[in-house]
């Protein structure tokens, strides 16, 4: 068979550039068809996903914590800077008062040398809800410490912490249950509980009125929350969290009888018998 030296030579070489030669023989012909070796492809493939590209890119440094030392340049980028830096510096005042750090609330409103109070009343009206609600929960820290409550409540910044609070609640913001905390908190100072019920501002130039005449009054906003709310507002949310510290907030209100006679004129006194009633709730 003339093809016989020529199919051994063939069978003696079975791969040539990763590829094996399956051989088929015919009397008159010999024909070769070649097949990649995928076994050793594979294997290559494989061993090749276990070496990862190498990061270039420097991790970055730890974020240094903020002090009491870093406030007045804090206090610069809230008042004249927006969006997310004005965030950014609002988070930082928030962890200079939370809970690991309850040693710096009496030194950052009473001490004099800093006036945290005014940019963070500041921060309530912005519409952006991350430095909203980060003033909240600095603010709600803050009013915590008994000689703090005399000065947000009685002091200089009083106008404007209390009416920030008061138009978040009456615009129903989802932080208005953390507000309704902060006024609760602040009137368990009875000597302050006349001006923060009796809050009740009208624009520059603008002649006063009572509560009872002024729609944008604590009083009226507390009103406003409590007959808007569902008749049984689901547990855990934002509507109840508000009616519940709503609540709690006009309880220390009324201590004195100039505040009482003032909520009973109100729809105030209707709207927490019906909650009430309303309640599935066994009493605690």
């Known amino acids: 068979n003339e093809s016989q030296p020529i199919y051994d030579l063939l069978r003696s070489i079975h791969k040539l550039n990763n590829r094996s030669f399956y051989i088929f023989r015919d009397p008159s012909f010999t024909m070769v068809s070649f097949r990649r070796n995928k076994n050793k492809e594979a294997k290559e493939d494989k061993k090749d996903a276990k070496a990862p590209a ?20 804090l206090i610069e980028v809230m008042l004249n800077e927006k969006g997310e830096k004005s965030a950014a510096a609002t988070k930082k005042i928030y962890e200079l008062c939370d809970v690991g750090h309850k040693q710096n609330r009496v030194p950052m409103v009473c001490s004099g040398k800093y006036d945290v109070l005014t940019p963070l009343a500041k921060c ?20 915590i410490p008994t000689e703090n409550k005399r000065v947000m409540a009685l002091g200089p910044a009083s106008k404007a912490v209390i009416g920030g609070l008061c138009k978040v609640i009456a615009e129903d913001k989802q932080e208005s249950y953390l507000c309704c ?33 002024n729609p944008d009054s604590l009083l009226r906003v507390l009103e406003k929350l409590l007959t808007n709310s569902p008749a049984v507002p689901k547990s855990g949310s934002g509507k109840s969290e508000g009616v519940r510290w709503a609540c709690g907030l006009i309880k220390n209100l009324a201590k004195s009888e100039e505040n009482a006679a003032l909520i009973g004129k109100t729809e105030i006194p209707k709207c927490v018998v019906e909650n009430i009633r309303a309640t599935t709730a066994p009493p605690s």
Not at 62 to 72: A, E, S, V
């Open 181 to 213: 905390i902060c006024l609760m908190n602040l009137s368990f100072l009875e000597a302050s509980i006349t001006n923060i019920l009796q809050h009740s501002p009208v624009e520059d130039g603008k002649e006063a009125k009572a509560p009872l005449d």
């Open 54 to 73: 190498k990061d270039d890119k420097k991790s970055a440094p730890p974020t240094k914590p903020p002090t009491l030392d870093d406030i007045p340049d």
């Open 124 to 143: 309530l009206t912005q519409e952006s809800g991350d430095g909203r609600h980060l003033a909240c929960l600095a603010l709600n820290n803050l009013s």
